[in-house]
């Protein structure tokens, strides 16, 4: 038996110096967990010791002192050595009184620090997230332990931040932007987001949209990232870390004022080099290859001289994903290159017709139809190469259908994916679009579960296991029947492969809700240039104006139901963690609420202006749609506690505050009033 800690002393914690950083940094967060699980006076020794008893020992079978150590010891670790990211936790010695925390690598011993601060401390791996923290013990004693995992399907299991709007403005603190701030003040947000996902043995980030990395303070995103040990990549529009907008600011700085590759390749290679030699600086990058226009676009859309043929657009964008791939290796000789490339929209119809070519050792990752959070049928039918590596690009949120202010993707539909993915073998690389993280978190999590072992956890016992966590209750019954109805409260658009294919979510609300503001005003009704067509797949005005009345009005009444439930389930939680569930559970559906409401009062709206313009009934609409955002607006504030105050000071993409003055001026008089 080991006292990790009890009334008179505190095991130390012991490792070689020459651990990799972030072998040291992992170390600390483990400090940091004793602490607050009841430690007194934690004591780290970067020494091996020569007497191992009552002491916790932590080390990399790659670090050649470390292993050597061992061996003096006698310990073996057979089922760890030379494997991909495994750990041993082990109690050892005569009397079981030293505890080992050993990995195959750097990300294997940091799985160990961090599955023992969860499993034996009781860390909450979301608790930056959560605020959810331990139960402090008086002390701590171990019986014989002897725990081994690793990955079981994904190497690389990573997350994408995208469309980051509340993340920059709550990493401003209040304060407004001053100058460029694109990210000027995301370290601190960064920092939150890496050990979370450190602790949910991701070893992957994609830390925002559109870095620029000879900017010096979105160079330290790239820092913070791989300082850590986990590997970093880039947006898939931003092929080897130039966004098409860094490229037309460059070359518009010299002279050139429509800039393509299909005219100016060699233009395009000289910034595409000068930023390899840039991001080649740093370890465990994956270098993202690809060609794609502004605004992630196709590139024929925007830029001229492009070829029509399909066959001709292919090969141009293999050109270029080919000199992105020699480019790479000739800036990192004699070192491993990992390049991934992402089909996104247009590039998985190339791939599937064959029109596509990549180097054999790139990692080729299909995307998700994001509406739907579902694979298209070219998933399905596209067949694979021999020898080659896949993966998937996935969201739990997305901009601008949704879910962005809300969780939304039901872990039923995010277990069959998953399941469906590992069967084809594309479980070489999983990257996760989160957008801000923390309406997320639910999904986030099942989805790192999945990663590790696909057979971890059924949806149902997943959510038994997330409310008796998270709510630290006994009977998680009652609240896992709230989780379950919660997202089949969202109308449902689609259902053909599986309940809950296209459900009606937060950015589509805002959509529909634009459109149908623009019939208010008096403009034709047409088909909107975005990804989901679906979305506005109607003959005219009036069928669009009854279907969204009908979902709208149908999903109101069953959020309304639910937050009845939700409101009375408040009483079997724990009073510490009735504010996470407040702001996880009911003010989005509160939000569900009053954006469907909105939808609802500006369909009857905008069917009044088609049809017997009844002045005071429409007056009466407006006021309704008013009504429904102002209250939106007022539930969400009981989400701002604690750290999280300023959480919605950037809400620039739903942009709540700007739709209901849009809203508010469709009332009589309005114009005039100014």
């Known amino acids: 038996m080991i006292t990790v800690w009890d009334k008179d002393k505190t095991a130390g914690l012991y490792y070689d110096g020459e651990e990799n950083i972030c072998i040291r940094m992992a170390i600390q967060d483990l400090e940091k967990d004793l602490a607050r699980a009841g430690a007194q006076n934690v004591r780290t020794v970067d020494l091996l010791p020569t007497d191992p008893g009552g002491k916790l020992l932590i080390g990399t079978l790659k670090n050649r002192r470390f292993a050597e150590y061992l061996e003096r010891m006698g310990v073996s670790v057979p089922e760890v050595e030379g494997s991909w990211e495994h750990y041993a936790i082990r109690t050892t010695g005569a009397e079981d009184d030293t505890l080992l925390i050993v990995g195959s690598d750097n990300c294997g011993t940091m799985w160990g620090i961090y599955t023992f601060s969860e499993k034996f401390l009781g860390t909450d791996p979301l608790y930056l997230f959560t605020d959810h923290f331990p139960k402090r013990l008086d002390s701590l004693l171990l019986e014989k332990i002897n725990i081994t995992d690793g990955p079981e399907h994904f190497r690389f299991r990573g997350w994408f931040i995208n469309d980051e709007d509340l993340i920059k403005g709550f990493g401003r603190g209040g304060k407004l932007p001053d100058g460029y701030d694109f990210h000027g003040e995301y370290a601190r947000m960064l920092e939150m987001l890496v050990e979370t996902g450190l602790r949910l043995k991701q070893n992957l980030l994609i830390p925002c949209s559109h870095l620029d990395i000879c900017r010096p303070e979105e160079e330290e995103l790239v820092r913070i990232v791989t300082r850590r040990g986990m590997y970093i990549s880039m947006h898939h529009q931003e092929p080897v870390g130039v966004h098409q907008f860094t490229m037309d600011r460059y070359w518009k700085e010299r002279g050139i004022t429509d800039i393509n590759y299909y005219t100016y390749r060699e233009e395009y290679e000289q910034l595409w080099r000068e930023y390899v030699r840039r991001w080649s600086r740093y370890q465990n990058v994956i270098w993202q290859l690809g060609l794609r226009g502004r605004g992630d676009r196709p590139v024929w859309y925007q830029e001229n001289g492009v070829p029509d043929s399909m066959e001709e657009r292919g090969k141009l964008i293999s050109d270029a994903i080919r000199r992105q791939y020699e480019i790479v290796k000739e800036e990192n000789p004699g070192r491993e290159v990992l390049c991934s490339s992402t089909l996104w929209m247009e590039g998985m119809e190339l791939y599937g017709k064959g029109l596509l070519a990549f180097p054999e050792d790139v990692i080729v990752v299909f995307a998700d139809y994001a509406p739907e959070q579902m694979p298209g049928q070219d998933y399905f039918d596209t067949p694979r190469e021999a020898g080659r590596h896949y993966g998937l690009y996935y969201h739990v949120a997305f901009w601008g259908c949704g879910p962005h202010l809300v969780q939304g993707n ?36 099942y989805v790192a579960e999945l990663t590790w072992n696909v057979e971890c956890y059924h949806p149902d016992t997943y959510c038994e296991e997330w409310c008796r966590q998270e709510f630290q209750t006994k009977n998680p019954a009652r609240l896992q029947d709230i989780y379950r109805e919660y997202y089949q409260c969202f109308y449902e658009m689609s259902g053909e492969k599986i309940s809950g294919q296209m459900l009606f979510m937060d950015g589509m609300t805002r959509r529909v809700a634009v459109k149908l503001m623009e019939l208010i005003q008096g403009k034709p009704f047409t088909q909107a240039d975005i990804q989901n067509r679906r979305l506005f797949d109607f003959q005219n005005a009036e069928d669009f104006i009854a279907y969204y009345r009908h979902a709208s009005e149908e999903g109101s009444r069953r959020f309304g139901k639910l937050h009845e439930k939700a409101v009375m389930a408040l009483c079997t939680i724990t009073e510490e963690r009735r504010q996470f569930y407040i702001s996880h559970m009911i003010v989005q559906i509160e939000i569900m609420m009053g954006l469907y409401d909105w939808v609802l009062a500006l369909s009857y709206a905008a069917e009044d202006r088609l049809g017997e313009r009844s002045e005071k009934k429409y007056e009466s609409f407006i006021d309704a749609a008013v009504r429904a955002l102002s209250r939106l607006c007022i539930d969400r504030q009981k989400a701002l506690t604690g750290k999280w105050e300023h959480w919605y000071d950037n809400d620039a993409l739903m942009n709540l505050e700007e739709m209901l003055m849009t809203t508010e001026h469709l009332r009589p008089g309005a114009a005039e009033r100014g």
């Open 410 to 445: 039901p872990p039923e539909k995010i277990d069959y994916v998953y399941r469906n993915v590992v069967s084809r073998g594309d479980s070489d690389y999983s990257v996760l679009n989160v957008a801000n993280f923390r309406e997320h978190v639910y999904n986030i999590r």
